[in-house]
């Protein structure tokens, strides 16, 4: 059975940093492109970075541009999204998911394609 967990949310202050994984099970992800999404209240959700399958192709949404690095470590099968200079707008639910294309490309932000998704992990930051 296809799983992704996600963990390493919490509390963090303004200016704080955050980690926040994705383990996969019952699949292999390296033939998968993962995105990262998050949802805040009231809001629609929102593409916030994409890695491709080998790693080689990375995408930013602007608004986490210089601040959140995504990265994979294929042999451990897991995706992580290392977040600095936590703003309070970035407080959301976030997301993993997995799509079968390998690579990012111009349709990475679009929730619709991927076919996995964790339950998600709540980032709260706030003094």
């Known amino acids: 059975q296809v799983h992704l967990v996600e963990s390493g949310g919490g509390l963090v202050q303004p200016g704080g940093s955050l980690r926040v994984s994705c383990a996969a099970s019952?699949?292999?992800?390296?033939?998968?492109?993962i995105g990262w999404f998050r949802q805040a209240p009231g809001k629609e959700r929102e593409g916030v970075s994409c890695?491709?399958?080998?790693?080689?192709?990375?995408y930013y949404a602007d608004s986490v541009k210089g601040r959140f690095t995504i990265s994979r470590d294929n042999p451990k099968n897991s995706v992580y999204l290392e977040m600095n200079s936590l703003k309070p707008e970035d407080t959301a639910v976030y997301y993993c998911?997995?799509?079968?294309?390998?690579?990012?490309?111009?349709?990475?932000?679009?929730?619709?394609?991927?076919?996995?998704w964790g339950q998600g992990t709540q980032v709260t930051v706030s003094s």
């Open positions: 998911a997995a799509d079968g294309v390998p690579w990012c490309g111009t349709t990475w932000s679009k929730g619709q394609n991927y076919d996995y």
């Open positions: 019952g699949f292999t992800l390296n033939r998968y492109r």
């Open positions: 890695i491709s399958s080998s790693g080689g192709q990375i």
